[in-house]
């Protein structure tokens, strides 16, 4: 289980030539008229489009047939039960829209799938951007357990918010557990950026993919951060505005979440987890799949710790990830950049100045010089936001060596930021609970 990462460039290329081919062969008003018919009939009726796909080779062919060569493979009443047709009606605002398969700003990892979705219904405040963003930056999925441990909260707010940091886009299923929390630790770290004050044309995108309508906050339990995402970021559903949700329509929702992703992380789960269902789509994709370790022995340990007996990428740190993305995965942003009129270079904190597992690593060794929070301060800063730790709690979760738990501890005590609690817990003084600085 050791795929290379694909060429992110060649891959763009490659599944692009599939919309153009359709675009020139048939017309863009028919053939995006057949997908947005496609995406409500699929919406409802299991397993439509792989059954084409069977039938005609590809899905470049069966959206250069007619209609009426389609139609028999719908499934008479598939779709009794739907309620309002997901793809009826216009988008509310501008903040919507619906881009089919056929159009630019589909996103190119999803043309490889063998059953691509027709249409996909966003919903985003800046959702052109998001979508630009997706093309050009690499992007990593983070997945697991609904009811995670502490520590699995803990691990999936950290790599949330260091990928953002060095310029990554964040994807999720927006469920409860470690999806959620990977998002709330990018939110975290993004800030209100990039919203109204810095419009740029690449931003750092979180993507939340729905398995349901992408109006409905999926649980209702979560939708503070479904209206942070739509602000910030991005929603995105192959199911319409308002369908609700149904079982089998989370676990195909998975291989979306793998096909928008250039790695994919795994964070706790049992070992039935759906999860490993966004892991097998991972692979069968060529893309690298990640692990966090976990207990021996742990219900939740059981997901991850079978990944990695298959040969899964360990995971202990946002920079395990980062290794893996090679500078063929920063490609498109650079080309992008390096064009007449293209985008201008951005801050570091977007990623824009320096990109890759190199700049990363530069970036962590030259903070603590220049008077900024190291990598370590910053790290244990973020895990006393959420609590009380002792110094050998914070060396397990962060997976940091003793020296360099101390040596952050003794930083941040001379700051004035923390103070000592019974039993040598170390928690932050009132009034310093806010985002590490970077």
Sequence with gaps: MEPALSDRAQRQSGTA???????AG???????RLCLWLAEQSACDRGLVGRLVKAHGSFAEVVAQPRSALVGAVRVGAGADRGAPPASGEPADGHEAVVAWCDDDYPPGLRELFDPPPALFVRGHRWRAMLRGIRLRPSVAIVGARRPSPYGLEMAWLLGAG??????????????GIDAQAHVGALADLGQADTDGEARDEPVVLAGVLGAGVRLAVPRTNYELFEAIAQR???LSEYGWQLPPAPWRFPARNRLIAALADAVVIVEGGATSGALHTAAFALDLGRDVLAVPGEAGRPLSAGPHRLLRDG???CESPDDVLALLPASAWSALTEARAQPGGPSRTSDRDGG????AAAHAA???TRGSSGARSGPERRVLAALQRGQHTADQLGRTLALAPEAVSAALTMLEIDGLLEVGFGGRYGLRRGARRSPAP
């Design 26 to 32: 048939g017309g863009a008003d028919k053939t995006r």
């Design 353 to 356: 100045a320096e990109t890759g």
């Design 17 to 23: 030539a599939g919309g153009a081919a359709a675009r």
């Design 312 to 314: 899964a990428h360990l």
């Design 363 to 365: 970036d962590q060794t």
């Design 233 to 235: 970021g991005l929603l």
């Design 163 to 176: 990928l953002a940091r060095a310029g990554v886009n964040v994807v999720s299923g927006m469920a409860l």
